[in-house]
């Protein structure tokens, strides 16, 4: 089974604070992903990684960066928090499929807060 | 440009009643689809894909989906409706790569006794 771990299941930060969200997949996946998810806007990429120490920008980057380091890790980076930040965050892996169909599996989710 | 339209908001039925969850998506290229779930605090999980082969696809506990060229559509749907069936369902589009992916509003689905 594939297991997609995220660091914390609930976090509550202040404003400016700089906060770091691990995530980590056991199964040896090329492909990494974070999105937030509100409630009527379903699932929004933020950033996603193909390889180690690439990334590329999903549909609402601004405000978030990421790092990849090691395959199986994928931290995304709030540089200073605001309270339009606060969210369920949503980590997901992988793995390289050309022809399509590669579906994602998805970790738990961390529910920030930022007062 | 990718879009995935999911028609519904809310739908409620009762157990042991069909389920139709709808979904309309836009693609330039032939996508992959996809069908996931999430149980309350719990994270998604994938109910099937469409990849270009069968169009009728069957997934997990029951469910199974058409994908309509014709009417760019992939309805989701159950012949007799569960009361552990009670969650939120995406709708996703992607391209072949699997990077451009798009996900719906969200479905929640209740379920009555």
């Known amino acids: 089974d594939v297991k997609v771990t995220q660091s914390s299941r609930y976090l509550v930060k202040r404003t400016g604070e700089k906060v770091f969200l691990e995530c980590v997949q056991d199964?040896?996946?090329?492909?990494m992903f974070w999105y937030r998810q509100d409630p009527g806007l379903g699932l929004r990429l933020i950033y996603f990684?193909?390889?180690?120490?690439?990334?590329e920008k999903g549909d609402i980057p601004e405000g978030y960066s990421v790092s990849r380091e090691k395959k199986e890790r994928f931290s995304l980076i709030l540089e200073s928090a605001s309270t339009n930040q606060t969210s369920m965050y949503l980590c997901?892996?992988?793995?390289?499929?050309?022809?399509?169909?590669?579906?994602?599996?998805f970790g738990p989710g961390t529910r920030l807060t930022v007062l | 440009a990718q879009s995935v339209t999911q028609l519904d908001s809310h739908v409620s039925v009762s157990e042991g009643t069909p389920v139709l969850l709808r979904c309309n998506y836009s693609?330039?290229?032939?996508?992959?689809l996809f069908w996931y779930v999430q149980h309350p605090n719990k994270g998604l999980q994938l109910l099937l894909k469409?990849?270009?082969?069968?169009?009728l696809v069957k997934g997990i506990n029951g469910f199974e989906a058409e994908f309509k060229k014709s009417e760019t559509s992939f309805h989701l749907t159950k012949p007799s409706a569960h009361m552990s069936d009670a969650a939120e369902y995406f709708c996703?589009?992607?391209?072949?790569?699997?990077?451009?992916?798009?996900f719906g509003a969200g479905t929640r689905l209740f379920v009555k006794a």
């Open positions: 997901a892996s992988s793995r390289d499929r050309p022809l399509g169909g590669n579906e994602q599996f």
């Open positions: 199964m040896d996946h090329e492909n």
């Open positions: 990684s193909y390889d180690v120490k690439m990334k």
């Open positions: 693609s330039s290229y032939s996508p992959s």
């Open positions: 469409y990849t270009s082969a069968a169009t």
């Open positions: 996703v589009v992607s391209d072949t790569g699997g990077f451009k992916t798009i």
